[in-house]
């Protein structure tokens, strides 16, 4: 049974997937009083408990201590509330690299009562469109630096309202900093319910169609309470710094709410990538890393000539597999494990993890503290130690879709269905052995294969295409597309980068094939269906 609520918009709630269809949940040890705000347990509950000059966010020139951050977000709500009528329960897009104002406004929206959806800056008017449909968000919060493409889906969007633009840079500078700048640094917050949902984590999923997970107010409190308290074991002393969006879960939680409900520090930065990363290390002496293996590799090499990364005490790696000559070498240098783990948009954040003093090469570890774990076959019977299977997991949190009927395909028997093969030995450790679908996991990001065939379908000279993962050394995976070229294409590399070009311009660049084949004829069954197997297997 849900306890009760502080939304008067009732949207969410109204939209949860039926009790039967969701998975079983595992609360015990995660006791919460039945009102809880996120927003505020972050913030004016860590000024109360002493952490008031602890610094809190570093990032874009500027640190700010937890006092600083609490009366900042405490005008940005009352702006929210005052002057652009935000109700508990209304959907509150935000759309920004990861930077402290990002933060600021995340948890003022928070505080207000909104349900905050969090997006990557890369996104297209077109992705964004379908995001704002899907939880009819009437509000966004965009760094004036991105506004283009959120301007342009709110011309065609018959939910999106207003967008309004914030400072992404230190300088405060921007129509919501205006607005906040005057208000009280005191806001009462909204008294939300632990069951109220807080978060909307979209992820495309295999079809490129948007699903937006559910995540409720407790459920942001329990990752940080479950596995960065027993995994991580963060204290106030700790200084963070990552890689991962935090559009992602996977960053909002280890660059965002893991550092902040210890009394920890989060550097932040636009653009991670691994140098900036080091300079960050080196220069606030950072303890604990969140990245994905490609980012390793480089860190490795750096250490070679003589970066010093001597303060890292923790690094975790999620997002890809984490190959093993990765992680003896990572020991080898610093005499510290690499914890790899594995977590999923639909749990929020990782579940299965290794340990300090119980690490091994190739190995994804043990369930975290609270949740279960196990190795099925498709009648969900429990596969033998030794033979790959799905994998299934339950615990304090689990997938609840926005009115989806792909909830059926996720959730069985009361497990989370992951979409992941693993094995499970005999020592009881679960081992990463495939996707069970055909997802491309590219340098740590998840990219559907036919979003980008639709990219390139958009182009008058493709006729015909199909995208699979590619294997690649440095990133995992690259996006390979085979292509049957149309009138007025020819087979070149110009033609190559013609068609790159105009997927980078269409969807998230990100998302780009990085490699062009150009083919007579796809694969196909007697029906018409292209077979990407054959193609793979090239």
Excluded at 120 to 135: F, N, W, Y
Excluded at 153 to 163: H, I, P, R
Aim: charged residues 20%; glycine residues 8%; hydrophobic residues 40%.
């Amino acid at each position: 049974m849900l306890g009760p609520s502080g939304h008067v918009d009732n949207f969410t709630r109204d939209n949860l997937p039926p009790q039967a269809m969701q998975p079983d949940y595992l609360l015990e040890g995660f006791p919460y009083p039945e009102f809880l705000n996120v927003g505020t347990a972050l913030t004016d509950d860590m000024v109360a408990k002493g952490f008031g000059d602890n610094v809190a966010l570093i990032g874009n020139g500027r640190l700010r201590t937890y006092k600083e951050l609490t009366d900042w977000t405490n005008r940005l709500a009352h702006a929210l509330v005052e002057d652009y009528d935000v109700k508990p329960g209304n959907r509150v897009l935000i759309r920004s690299a990861n930077n402290p104002a990002l933060v600021a406004c995340w948890l003022a929206a928070t505080k207000a009562g909104a349900v905050v959806v969090n997006t990557m800056p890369m996104l297209r008017a077109g992705e964004l469109s379908a995001i704002v449909d899907k939880a009819e968000i009437s509000l966004a919060l965009c760094d004036t630096r991105l506004m283009d493409e959120l301007v342009a889906c709110g011309k065609q969007s018959k939910f999106l309202k207003a967008v309004i633009g914030f400072d992404g840079t230190a300088n405060h500078d921007a129509e919501l900093d205006r607005a906040a700048l005057g208000k009280p640094v005191r806001f009462e917050a909204v008294r939300t319910g632990r069951d109220d949902v807080a978060l909307l984590g979209f992820t495309s999923g295999t079809t490129g169609a948007p699903k937006a997970t559910m995540h409720f107010h407790r459920d942001l409190l329990m990752i940080a309470d479950g596995y960065a308290r027993e995994v991580l074991a963060v204290t106030s002393e700790d200084v963070f710094v990552g890689s991962p969006p935090l559009a992602f879960t996977f960053g909002l939680g280890g660059l965002a709410i893991f550092p902040l409900r210890f009394g920890a520090t989060a550097t932040l930065l636009e653009n991670a990538a691994p140098p900036n990363m080091i300079e960050i290390i080196e220069t606030h002496r950072a303890t604990i890393c969140f990245t994905a293996p490609t980012a390793y590799r480089v860190m490795l090499r750096a250490m070679e000539e003589g970066a010093d990364l001597s303060s890292l005490r923790c690094a975790v790696s999620a997002g890809e597999t984490l190959p093993a000559p990765v992680f003896d070498e990572w020991m080898e240098k610093t005499g510290k494990p690499m914890l790899d783990g594995i977590g999923a948009t639909e749990l929020l954040h990782i579940f299965i993890s290794n340990r300090f003093g119980d690490a091994r090469a190739a190995c994804t570890g043990r369930p975290v503290n609270g949740y279960e774990a196990m190795v099925v076959d498709e009648k969900m019977n429990e596969a033998p130690r030794g033979t790959p299977g799905r994998l299934a997991v339950k615990g304090p949190t689990g997938c609840r879709y926005l009115a989806d009927d792909r909830q059926e395909n996720y959730v069985s028997n009361g497990w989370n269905i992951t979409g992941d093969t693993f094995i499970q030995d005999e020592d009881g450790y679960f081992h990463f052995a495939a996707r069970n679908d055909d997802m491309i996991v590219s340098a740590g990001y998840n990219i559907a294969g036919p979003e980008v065939e639709a990219a390139l379908l958009a182009h008058s000279h493709v006729a015909e295409c199909a995208v699979v993962g590619a294997p690649d050394e440095g990133r995992g995976q690259i996006v390979e597309a085979h292509v049957v070229l149309a009138d007025g294409g020819e087979p070149s590399d110009a033609e190559a980068e013609l068609l790159k070009a105009h997927v980078k311009a269409t969807i998230a660049p990100y998302k780009y094939p990085r490699s062009i084949v150009f083919t007579n004829a796809l694969p196909k069954t007697e029906t018409g269906k292209i077979q990407r197997f054959r193609l793979k297997a090239k």
